[in-house]
Structures are given as structure tokens and as C-alpha cells.
């Protein structure tokens, strides 16, 4: 039975295709995580959370913020899924081509310990 292998150039065209996915990811969850920081640093401290001179203009920025958190936390974590699927892919296509590496390798080396029979 004649299994149908993809080239080197296939396997190469897969992975590279892969990696730029898994770095777009990588670029998307870093800016996301810089917004958060960034509206996270823009929080007041618990005691001017309480403290009655907060004024309404301050809440309402507050409830923006959070509104926005909330999203970027959606998008991160949408992100995150993302990215463990493009790994758990990635991973699947290493163990793949091991599998075929050994293969022929096996084939090699009984090629190697008996080179009149070619091996098969």
C-alpha cells in the first residue's frame, strides 16, 4: 500500500504556514495584553474608588474601562484558544513526521545491514 507523503518542501510550506499563524496570535494577544496593562494602570486605588470626591465624569470612564477590559479579556481568551489549537497542530504534525522520519530510518538501516535485499 503506497502511502501519499508530502514533498520536504510541502512539510517546510506547512510548518512556516503554521509558525506565521501561531505568531500572528502571538502579536495580537501581546497587544491586547499591552491595552490591558494600560487600562489597568489607568484604575484609581481602592481609596479613591470610595472615596466621595469621585465624580461622575471619573465613574463613567471607569465603566468605559471596564466595558473595555471585559472585551479585551473576550478577545485574549479567544486568542488563547487560538493559539492552543495552532500548538496542539503543530505538535500533531511533529509527531507525524518523527513517525515517517523513523520509518525511514528503519528502512535505512536495513538497507545498511543488508544491501543486496534493498532493504525491503
Do not use: C
Not at 73 to 83: C, G, I, P
Not at 100 to 112: D, G
Amino acid at each position: 500500500m503506497a502511502e501519499e507523503r508530502p514533498t520536504a518542501g510541502e512539510a517546510d510550506s506547512a510548518i512556516k504556514s503554521g509558525r506565521d499563524s501561531a505568531e500572528a496570535i502571538l502579536h495580537r494577544l501581546e497587544s491586547a495584553l499591552a491595552r490591558v496593562a494600560q487600562l489597568t494602570q489607568r484604575l484609581p486605588s481602592a481609596d479613591d474608588l470610595f472615596s466621595p470626591t469621585v465624580q461622575s465624569h471619573q465613574a463613567e470612564r471607569l465603566a468605559r474601562d471596564y466595558a473595555e477590559l471585559r472585551e479585551r479579556h473576550a478577545v485574549l481568551s479567544d486568542e488563547h484558544q487560538a493559539l492552543r489549537r495552532a500548538h496542539d497542530a503543530l505538535l500533531e504534525r511533529q509527531r507525524e513526521a518523527e513517525k515517517r522520519l523513523s520509518a525511514v530510518m528503519a528502512r535505512v538501516q536495513a538497507m545498511i545491514a543488508n544491501p543486496a535485499g534493498g532493504g525491503e
